[in-house]
T-cell receptor
Framework: AQSVAQPEDQVNVAEGNPLTVKCTYS??????LFWYVQYPNRGLQFLLK??????LVKGSYGFEAEFNKSQTSFHLKKPSALVSDSALYFC?????????????FGKGTTLSVSS | DTEVTQTPKHLVMGMTNKKSLKCEQH?????MYWYKQKAKKPPELMFV???????INESVPSRFSPECPNSSLLNLHLHALQPEDSALYLC????????????????FGQGTRLTVV
């Protein structure tokens, strides 16, 4: 089965500084990778995905992610953090098996941006 | 319209009650999903429907019963729940069917906050 790991429970960054939220993957074949954000008591919002092509993927709200095959990583980045970016971030992988496919999520990383 | 609508937003039910959660999407998506999420934890897959047929059941207890009446609607019927079933229940949909090898993203509803007393 495919899986993703988020090694950090929490990331703290000052407003205006660059941020990185880490994700590593374990898949057989080519990975389909996603980032989602969740604000308190809300559903998940899609940020960006990597399917194929350029290793640098640009997404919503100024976020981008870099796919690195040799390091099996898909880190989320933003050049300048905003206080409003504070939220719970999930990396996900599309898992394929005989029964079908669905998104499988990492444990999540809480991003806290201080003013 | 990239919206998945879930009702109700909040639900409190007793352990002997029967209730239903409803999910609706009008994007023509071929797959619909139910996830369960505990506080500060990742969503856990419960069920997947493709073309209105159940394709994945992640060993969910029978007190949770999904139903897909048509391509736009997904229900989750609840009966004899336990307090540990209290959670945020998320519905999602994606353009690709669950049998496809495509890479489309899933769109999530805002969830139903369920409390079992």
């Amino acid at each position: 089965a495919q899986s993703v790991a988020q090694p950090e429970d929490q990331v703290n960054v000052a407003e205006g500084n660059p941020l990185t939220v880490k994700c590593t993957y374990s898949v057989s074949g080519n990975p389909y990778l996603f980032w989602y954000v969740q604000y308190p008591n809300r559903g998940l919002q899609f940020l960006l995905k990597y399917i194929t092509g350029d290793n640098l993927v640009k997404g919503s709200y100024g976020f981008e992610a870099e796919f690195n095959k040799s390091q099996t990583s898909f880190h989320l980045k933003k050049p300048s953090a905003l206080v409003s970016d504070s939220a719970l971030y999930f990396c996900a992988v599309r898992d394929f098996n005989q029964a079908g496919t669905a998104l499988i999520f990492g444990k999540g990383t809480t991003l806290s941006v201080s003013s | 319209d990239t919206e998945v609508t879930q009702t109700p937003k909040h639900l409190v039910m007793g352990m002997t009650n029967k209730k239903s959660l409803k999910c609706e999407q009008h994007m023509g998506h071929r797959a619909m999903y139910w996830y369960k999420q505990k506080a500060k934890k990742p969503p856990e897959l419960m069920f997947v429907y493709s073309y209105e047929k159940l394709s994945i059941n992640e060993s969910v207890p029978s007190r949770f019963s999904p139903e897909c009446p048509n391509s736009s609607l997904l229900n989750l019927h609840l009966h004899a729940l336990q307090p540990e079933d209290s959670a945020l229940y998320l519905c999602a949909s994606s353009q690709d069917s669950a049998y496809s090898r495509g890479g489309t993203e899933a769109f999530f509803g805002q969830g139903t906050r369920l409390t079992v007393v």
